[in-house]
């Protein structure tokens, strides 16, 4: 399994328990009054509102607070003005990260994710100083409990899918870019159950690490995973499972 596979499995784990304390409410209130301010307050004719109202669903969050949030995104209840900002650079042994961010303080919010790059031995870049490093992919999650490999195979290739592989307990779905949406309702209209559906940035190359500076990348990610206005962490690294253990203490 590959270190963003890898990565991509325990975020899953991690958010599952986030939920259940209500801690991931923050950054999916974020998510959605952007979506919703940039695209319309439609879920059905925003497809980025549409993937977070789904993610705020998955994590229990109340109808209100969905709601509440597509109105303050649309202007029909006061509310903090967020903004969608990146951040590009190299952390410990030369991985390049991709880091999506939501903010309503710019400054203060660069200021902090320079400040982690440089304490973990990273430095931030300037934008598109690693972006071409990482290609935009759909990725869409199923339960492997519901379906043998070759009977959704068969679904995902008609719904336009490019592949498929197995992680523990689920099958990962890759998309192009702009397939994403199509292929999402196929498999809506097919009744296959979703356990999640983002839009990701996937490497192109990587770099293994191991030892000290594994250690040290897996907690600037997760420090990074931690920081309110973060919504999301790309990062080229491969680590090898048993190694990723050891750190992770699994």
Same mark, same amino acid.
């Given at each position: 399994?590959?270190? =963003?596979?890898?990565? =991509? ?12 304390? #209500? ?16 695209? #319309? ?24 607070? /969905? ?7 649309? #202007? ?109 309702? =196929? ?19 990587? /770099? ?18 931690? =920081? ?23």
């Amino acid at each position: 399994m590959s270190g =963003h596979s890898k990565w =991509h499995s325990i975020k899953h784990k991690k958010a599952k328990v986030d939920a259940a304390r #209500g801690k991931i409410f923050t950054k999916l209130i974020k998510e959605i009054t952007v979506a919703a301010r940039m695209g #319309g307050g439609d879920p059905d004719m925003n497809p980025r509102l549409r993937v977070a109202v789904a993610a705020a669903k998955a994590a229990n969050m109340p109808s209100k607070n /969905v709601d509440n949030a597509i109105k303050k995104g649309t #202007g029909e209840m006061p509310g903090v003005v967020y903004e969608d900002v990146s951040y590009e650079g190299y952390g410990p042994g030369g991985v390049a990260m991709f880091i999506e961010a939501v903010t309503d303080n710019k400054n203060r919010t660069v200021a902090e994710i320079r400040h982690l790059f440089s304490k973990h031995g990273g430095n931030l870049g300037e934008s598109g100083s690693v972006a071409w490093m990482f290609e935009r992919k759909g990725m869409i999650t199923v339960p492997a409990e519901n379906y043998s490999e070759d009977e959704l195979f068969e679904i995902i290739i008609e719904a336009g899918a490019e592949e498929m592989e197995r992680e523990g307990d689920s099958y990962v779905i890759y998309t192009a870019f702009e397939d994403f949406n199509e292929v999402r309702n =196929h498999l809506e209209e097919k009744g296959v159950t979703i356990e999640s559906a983002e839009l990701t940035r996937i490497p192109q190359n990587t /770099v293994s690490l191991a030892g000290k500076e594994a250690e040290q990348l897996m907690k600037m990610m997760n420090i990074l995973d931690e =920081h309110d206005d973060v919504q999301n962490v790309f990062a080229n690294f491969d680590i090898e499972d048993a190694e990723m253990e050891r750190i992770l203490g699994e």
